[in-house]
């Protein structure tokens, strides 16, 4: 829920992204979306299939669980630090540990414009048509050694039984 002149217009674009791909999920599948514009950062999700979210660095928060399968990444610097690190408060090893069955992160800093958008990267994958490795690299806006992709590379959940069409 950023406004424009509250906040760095770079940042209100992102946030106005992850909007936009709530209401694209709206649209174009029966998945129940909730869209969360306000402070405090969501603290609870059950059952979840797929989940993006932002900036609450290196400190994850919550309950969530997820379906068997399910996607998520959250847009924040250094959230892939470490995965096997137990003290790690990092969002890809909590989502790994609460049932993702794939993620992405940055090890360092790779500002914003280095995480692909959710709306294109879920999209590839909404498609039916991409891999989990072919949606990451048609959607990040640059490689970088700093981002990491954590699954099955050939993964394809929605192979098959595509909710969008390819464009």
Not at 29 to 57: F, H, N, Q, R
Not at 104 to 115: N, Q, R, S, T
Request: hydrophobic share 40%; charged share 20%.
């Amino acid at each position: 829920g950023l406004k424009a002149g509250g906040a760095a217009k770079e940042l209100v674009h992102w946030d106005q992204k992850l909007s936009d791909f709530g209401w694209f999920m709206r649209k174009h599948s029966s998945y129940s979306v909730k869209i969360d514009k306000y402070p405090p950062l969501i603290d609870e999700a059950k059952d979840a299939a797929i989940y993006t979210g932002w900036y609450s660095l290196r400190s994850f928060q919550g309950e969530f669980s997820f379906n068997p399968g399910a996607i998520g990444y959250h847009i924040a610097s250094e959230e892939s630090v470490s995965i096997h690190d137990t003290q790690e408060k990092g969002w890809c090893r909590h989502l790994l540990l609460n049932g993702v069955t794939a993620t992405l992160g940055a090890v360092a800093e790779p500002y914003l414009e280095a995480f692909p958008l959710p709306q294109e990267f879920f999209g590839f994958l909404l498609t039916g048509r991409y891999s989990l490795v072919e949606a990451f690299y048609l959607s990040v806006p640059h490689v970088s050694w700093r981002m990491v992709l954590f699954g099955d590379p050939l993964y394809s959940p929605w192979r098959g039984k595509a909710l969008v069409n390819a464009t």
